[in-house]
């Protein structure tokens, strides 16, 4: 259920505020907070990562804004290393005591799903050939 958040945000950024509302509602060391935090800044890394297949996607896509809390918590820009900077710092706010979980490769899974269903699976695959994923 955590992931699918990531899925929402990725087809609809606008929820991104939906996002924060809820956040804004919890304590600041609340672990539910922590999670929702780490997702909305996956699903904005995830759309720098994949920011040209968005775009053609659907057209007139918008990027979740996310600078207040990458600056808030000393993290990576999304843009910088096309998102995979601001993903690994989001899987270290998620990973707490199961320090072997691979957060990133889950998060990447859902944005390869969402793509695909958002493009149809002939054109998620014409696309990642030609981007070698």
Do not use: N
């Not at 996956?42 to 600056?71: F, K």
């Amino acid at each position: 259920m955590r992931d699918a958040v990531i899925a929402l945000l990725l087809r609809h950024s606008e929820y991104a505020s939906a996002v924060r509302a809820v956040m804004s509602l919890l304590p600041p060391d609340d672990p539910g907070r922590f999670s929702l935090t780490a997702r909305l800044l996956a699903a904005a890394a995830l759309q720098r990562e994949h920011a040209a297949t968005w775009a053609r996607a659907l057209p007139g896509y918008q990027q979740i804004d996310v600078a207040d809390l990458v600056t808030a918590l000393d993290l990576p820009a999304p843009e910088e290393d096309d998102g995979r900077a601001l993903l690994a710092a989001a899987q270290e706010l998620v990973r707490g005591r199961h320090r072997t979980l691979d957060y990133i490769d889950g998060w990447e899974d859902v944005a390869r799903h969402a793509l695909r269903e958002t493009m149809g699976v002939a054109a998620f695959e014409h696309i990642m050939a030609a981007v070698g994923g």
